[in-house]
């Protein structure tokens, strides 16, 4: 692992810093409001986009910070360790990165600026569907290319966000998968303007889950997207798709790593603080050591999330470290939660010690944005030579 710079160090501590001072005007209270109401939290994401955290990614020519993964990891870490639910926006940082590695120059001049300012918002990526699931290739919903259009049909299901966003990027067949040599040809890439679709061919219907993740599911019947909004080349797409996967592995594990400081910053303040039986249960090894395994746990997937990073940063393959972090990172704020739970017994459960709903939040990414399950079974197969299992 390569030593910080000065100068990363001072940009990194200033980061950090910054998002804290943020976060710290939307507190438990906000959150847990939100909660109840099942509401998006409109103020947090209009006041992290002024502040330029969203735009970290998007290169200073288009108006944004030009900064690194690392440094995007940390903006995101930062505001789970806060408390915060950085789930609300996220995708703003790594959708964007598919447009600005294959969306034509015009493409970019016309529509990153304007993400970058908080003009418009790119949160949703139309991926999965009731029927495939993770098989992407196989997925149903098509694009017909008729003139200077292509229309769509299909059916998308846990598009997050899709309320709250101004453009999507949808993949679509627009080859029948009976006419490509490999299943994996044939998708392509549409940027949609939902603003102009919602009514038009496009419905969202929003899906109520155990936590305040503004998810959907999208019905599409003939959906007119101009030919102009292809991103990149048709029949494409899959490996657009691919290109984009090792960033959002590794801002998802950041996320991961900022809950299980938080629920290990909250299980050792509440033990250190609760008395039963005459002294503190910090005191005993049964509330002690769960959560000195969960901090340690949090901290070793923290070291492979840094190294997956500075890989990506500098352009080297980093799919293997990329998988392992997120996979690490999920795990170990899982653990935290549950240790979180134990520690406060009853309180745990209470909504006005938040621990709840935290507990719900991170339980989402043991399976999203990829389950457990394909992480291992890439690992097996790409880094450990066994045969394909599925």
């Not at 997050?160 to 044939?186: C, F, N, W, Y």
């Not at 290990?264 to 000195?292: D, H, L, M, S, W």
């Amino acid at each position: 692992m390569t030593e910080k710079l000065p100068e990363k160090a001072d940009l990194h501590d200033s980061l950090r810093k910054g998002v804290r001072e943020l976060c710290a005007r939307f507190p438990d209270p906000y959150w847990r409001e939100l909660d109840v109401e099942r509401a998006y939290p409109t103020a947090f994401v209009k006041t992290l986009t002024e502040a330029g955290y969203l735009s970290a990614l998007i290169p200073e020519e288009y108006g944004g910070s030009g900064l690194s993964i690392t440094e995007a990891a940390i903006i995101l870490e930062e505001i789970n360790r806060a408390g915060c639910n950085s789930g609300a926006c996220h995708a703003q940082m790594y959708i964007m990165g598919t447009l600005l590695r294959h969306g034509s120059r015009e493409q970019k001049q016309r529509y990153l600026p304007k993400i970058a300012d908080g003009e418009l918002r790119l949160q949703a990526f139309g991926v999965s569907e009731p029927t495939t699931g993770s098989d992407t290739t196989q997925l149903r919903t098509t694009a017909v290319r008729k003139g200077d259009k292509y229309v769509v049909n299909g059916q998308k299901i846990w598009i997050s966000r899709a309320e709250h966003s101004d453009l999507m990027l949808l993949i679509a067949r627009t080859t029948p998968v009976e006419q490509v040599k490999k299943r994996s040809e044939g998708l392509s890439v549409l940027l949609v303007d939902m603003r102009e679709a919602v009514g038009r061919g496009l419905t969202i219907r929003p899906i109520r889950t155990m936590m305040n993740h503004a998810t959907t599911e999208l019905f599409i019947d003939d959906l007119e997207v101009p030919a102009e909004n292809l991103v990149g080349e048709e029949g494409k797409g899959f490996k657009y798709l691919l290109d984009g996967l090792n960033a959002e592995r590794i801002l998802i594990a950041a996320e991961c790593i900022g809950d299980g400081r938080w629920f290990i910053e909250r299980a050792t303040r509440y033990a250190k603080e609760r008395i039963v039986f005459g002294r503190p249960i910090g005191q005993n090894q049964g509330i002690q050591f769960p959560i000195a395994k969960a901090y340690a746990h949090v901290e070793a997937a923290d070291l492979m999330r840094i190294r997956a990073a500075e890989l990506f940063d500098s352009g080297r393959p980093c799919g293997p470290e990329a998988n392992m972090a997120k996979m690490l990172a999920a795990d170990a704020s899982w653990e935290a939660a549950n240790v979180t739970v134990q520690t406060f017994g009853g309180f745990g459960f209470a909504e006005e010690y938040d621990v709840e709903r935290k507990f719900r939040e991170t339980r989402l990414y043991q399976v999203a944005p990829i389950s457990t399950n394909l992480i291992l079974s890439f690992i097996a197969e790409h880094v450990l030579g066994l045969p394909r299992s599925y």
